[in-house]
T-cell receptor, first 116, second 113 residues
């Protein structure tokens, strides 16, 4: 089991460029999430998905889009990168339990993105 | 929405001492409270969690307590070791919320040998 993986690990973009971050999980989890982590600000939810073909906005969705065409993959896109999007991006997944209870979130290793 | 406040932001202790990190939450419907440890340059990983039907949970040197009335929960680490040095995050989520967790801003714990 690889768990949750992210591609790429590092990336430098120029303002206005676009890119896609890929998250993959092999645990058959229903729910997946994208967070950004900035110094001193914890983890903030960008977008999330409760199943294949569904996505929803989180706390800080502006400037990002997502897609979940396959259950195991969750893509995060930046259409026109801005310096304010310089951050470390973490993907996470979790499985649902009977009765609607939730388990821990399993995180990927992160992608460090710098926008110049 | 949910708001989670975490204190202190930094904590320095001597090896062997205890460390306590506190979090408060605003949504009384929250019912799941995990704690994650993040070592430098690594991903957050769950170290302990507690559900709202339990007041305390222990796992070796780590314990978490929950006070639903006051809406706060705490992480207790006893007999600290240098390898406990990391950033610790608390989080809160509720049953009907797509598993979304609201995270505190983190506490940087330094254990001095």
């Amino acid at each position: 089991n690889a768990g949750v993986t992210q591609t790429p690990k590092f990336r430098v973009l120029k303002t206005g460029q676009s890119m896609t971050l890929l998250c993959a999980q092999d645990m058959n989890h229903e729910y997946m999430y994208w967070y950004r982590q900035d110094p001193g600000m914890g983890l903030r939810l960008i977008h999330y998905s409760v199943g294949e073909g569904t996505t929803a906005k989180g706390e800080v969705p502006d400037g990002y889009n997502v897609s979940r065409l396959k259950k195991q993959n969750f893509l995060l896109g930046l259409e026109s990168a801005a310096p304010s999007q310089t951050s470390v991006y973490f993907c996470a997944s979790t499985k649902t339990m009977a009765g609607g209870l939730y388990n821990e979130q399993f995180f990927g290793p992160g992608t460090r993105l710098t926008v110049l | 929405g949910e708001n989670v406040e975490q204190h202190p932001s930094t904590l320095s202790v001597q090896e062997g001492d205890s460390a306590v990190i506190k979090c408060t939450y605003s949504d009384s419907a929250s019912n799941y409270f995990p704690w994650y440890k993040q070592e430098l340059g690594k991903r957050p990983q769950l170290i302990i969690d507690i559900r709202s039907n339990v007041g305390e949970k222990k796992d070796q040197r780590i314990a978490v307590t929950l006070n639903k009335t006051a809406k706060h929960f705490s992480l207790h680490i006893t007999e600290t070791q240098p390898e406990d040095s990391a950033v610790y995050f608390c989080a809160a989520s509720r049953r009907a919320n797509a598993g979304k967790s609201t995270f505190g801003d983190g506490t940087t714990l330094t254990v001095k040998p």
